[in-house]
């Protein structure tokens, strides 16, 4: 049963009750006064007729008298005055004759003129069952009111304290019943979900405020201007994940010789980590590189610092080139990296993937490392080129599902070496249509045709 049914049955039942007491209390009050005012009124009527009597009172021989019959007797009743001894007294006056006498046979009766019955007594019972039914009925109604807006005034308090910060509060109803208990559990369920919304909220702007804290250190951490020797060109490209990314990087600059050198790298963790990772990578391969160390060298000194400073579990991977200007051989060193170069041979008009062997940064304090470490050695004729990607690029998939995989990863390369970095950059954008799911890093080395 509903709230407002059980309210209208509460409070009808117990006014239907307490109005029965009320009728018989008043029946009984009223029967009781009534009887009461008959005994007077036959008293006073037998004082009138003894003292009218004992004053030898005589009725006049006609009055304006209603007649009417009471259990076979005629009875006249009027008001007249009476002549007594002491003068004219007005009165009430009853003539008695029984049916079918001659007349002869009357009794005459008198009544005070004004008798009136006491009303007060029934007005005032009256009175106090009208009030103790009205007290009655607000009583019961004050309690269930407070019955129902107790629970109430619980719940706004709950909710107001958790409004001004207190969270572990819950929303209770003490005592409350149906729809009551089920508005209180709504309200906490509510309430529960608002805090767990605003908390996800809270998430989500966290979330958002990292991912473009990662972007600003991926965006701030720029490839060094590379002048690189005549006739050769280097260019580089970053696609930026949706989100935090993964930490793929690219790098170019130049050793105390002036020989340019490309790096395209890759770390083991996303979000923050991967960025740290990232940028604790870069860092190494630059200090070392720029100290004069050549590819094998800077890794192996990458290496030893990240081993030193990555918990376990964490490592990057890095595939570098270094151009010797004097000569056009180029110097390939991969730690770790799962994703080949590739080598554009124009005389032989093919593409060649060219992948020394190496473990990745951070795995071993040392020896392990240097002695996996290979490095490959060739030269850029004119019109050969030297293409470095991120691993992920052959993995990564667009909207539809489908994959760049190896066959797109090497048209990317072909596209890159014979139209240009910016061409590629269209294509792959027009392949992925939204950002793609990981950072992908690309660098170039070419040599142009000598005219």
Not at 37 to 64: C, D, H, W, Y
Not at 192 to 199: A, F, I, P, S, V
Request: glycine share 10%; hydrophobic share 45%; with cysteine.
């Amino acid at each position: 049963m509903g709230l407002a049914a059980r309210f209208t049955v509460s409070l009808g039942l117990f006014t239907g009750l307490l109005s029965a007491a009320a009728c018989w209390f008043l029946l009984k009050g009223a029967a009781d006064l009534q009887g009461t005012e008959i005994e007077k009124a036959r008293r006073a009527m037998v004082a009138e007729t003894a003292q009218l009597k004992a004053l030898g009172g005589k009725v006049p021989e006609s009055f304006n008298a209603q007649v009417r019959d009471e259990s076979g007797v005629r009875i006249q009743e009027g008001v007249a005055e009476v002549e007594t001894s002491e003068g004219l007294r007005g009165t009430r006056i009853f003539r008695a004759v029984p049916s079918g006498s001659d007349g002869s046979q009357v009794e005459i009766f008198f009544a005070p003129e004004g008798y009136e019955a006491e009303s007060d007594p029934l007005l005032v019972l009256v009175l106090l069952v009208g009030g103790i039914l009205v007290l009655s009925t607000i009583g019961v109604g004050a309690v269930m009111a407070f019955r129902i807006a107790a629970p109430l005034q619980t719940m706004a308090e709950d909710v107001l304290a958790i409004s001004r910060g207190h969270l572990d509060r819950r929303v209770e109803a003490k005592g409350a019943t149906g729809e009551l208990a089920h508005l209180a559990k709504a309200v906490d369920r509510m309430v529960g979900d608002l805090l767990d919304g605003q908390e996800t909220e809270e998430a989500l702007v966290a979330k958002e405020q990292e991912e473009e804290d990662l972007r600003s250190i991926r965006r701030n951490l720029q490839p060094m201007t590379v002048d690189p020797p005549a006739g050769f060109s280097v260019t580089t490209h970053l696609e930026e994940a949706e989100g935090a990314g993964t930490g793929d990087f690219v790098d170019t600059m130049a050793d105390a010789d002036g020989a340019p050198i490309l790096v395209v790298g890759a770390s083991a963790a996303d979000g923050l980590p991967g960025a740290l990772l990232l940028a604790m990578t870069r860092a190494y391969l630059r200090s070392a590189v720029l100290n004069g160390e050549r590819p094998a060298e800077a890794c192996a000194t990458t290496n030893a610092s990240l081993n030193r400073d990555l918990a376990r579990g964490l490592f990057a991977s890095a595939m570098v080139a270094r151009l010797e200007p004097t000569t056009s051989e180029v110097e390939l060193v991969s730690a770790g990296h799962k994703a080949p170069a590739v080598r554009w041979d124009a005389t032989a008009g093919e593409l060649r993937s060219i992948q020394p062997n190496g473990i990745a940064l951070g795995f071993d304090d040392g020896p392990v490392f240097v002695k996996s470490l290979e490095k490959t050695t060739f030269v850029l004729n004119p019109g050969d080129a030297l293409f470095l990607f991120s691993p992920a690029a052959f993995s990564c998939e667009n909207v539809k599902g489908e994959a760049l995989g190896e066959s797109g990863v090497y048209g990317l390369a072909k596209v890159a070496i014979e139209q240009g970095m910016g061409a590629m950059t269209k294509q792959l954008k027009a392949f992925f249509g939204n950002a793609p799911e990981a950072d992908l890093a690309f660098a170039l080395l070419s040599r142009r045709v000598e005219k």
